[in-house]
């Protein structure tokens, strides 16, 4: 979509200015409970600016993330249903206004909760799926707020640091591969961790 792609020029720019530290953080806040687009782009043009400055760059990326995971778990946890448990005019709001989240995938991530808790988080906060349905429905459904900051940290250090880490290392030429398969790695990352924990669960 147009718009889309212009939202992710305007992001990128950012990279460009003097302000780029303070856009990643509140970039990072944002998508956690609402931006669409993911900070992983303004992380990586700003690594790649500056490579001495690549863990700073995915720490300040981690704390705005987890910082606005805590908002979104807020708007779930105060301000998602009416009192008699049935959606908030906010909550509806965001069902028609926010890209990837809609009623059937907020409903369905409950089913997940009650299956996989913890994993479940980590899984959103490591992977390309919407990290923001799943802060926002951890407040709704009242799961362990000390469960999901330590999910949430643990997450999303491991994805900006696992970035920032590979341009640090490797520069401009990994660029191209991230872009085209860390989701990828990720997912497949995120199902053989979570596999050999099941494992581990049955086995012993």
């Known amino acids: 979509m147009t718009w889309v792609r212009k939202l992710y020029d305007w ?3 950012w990279a460009e200015s003097p302000y780029g530290t303070m856009a990643l953080f509140i970039l990072a806040f944002a998508e956690a409970s609402f931006f669409p687009i993911p900070p992983d782009a303004l992380l990586i043009a700003l ?11 995915a720490a300040n ?3 705005g993330s987890v910082t606005g995971a805590l908002l979104g778990y807020s708007i779930g946890y105060f301000i998602w249903w009416n009192g008699d448990n049935t959606f908030s005019s906010f909550a509806l709001f965001f069902f028609n206004s ?7 995938i907020f409903n369905s991530v409950k089913i997940m909760y009650e299956e996989w808790d913890f994993w479940i988080i980590f899984t959103a906060g490591f992977t390309p799926i919407p990290y923001k349905v799943f802060t926002i429905s951890s407040g709704a459904f009242n799961i362990s707020l000390p469960m999901f900051i330590i999910a949430s940290v643990i997450s999303r250090a491991a994805r900006f640091f696992l970035v920032a880490g590979l341009i640090w290392k490797f520069g401009p030429q990994i660029k191209n591969f991230i872009d085209k398969y860390f989701n990828i790695l990720a997912v497949g990352f995120t199902i053989l961790l979570i596999g050999g924990f099941v494992a581990i669960k049955y086995l012993l």
């Open 11 to 13: 992001v990128l720019h």
């Open 47 to 57: 690594v790649l600016g500056a490579r001495t400055k690549a863990f700073k760059f």
């Open 61 to 63: 990326c981690t704390i």
């Open 98 to 104: 926010i890209p990837g989240f809609n009623e059937n």
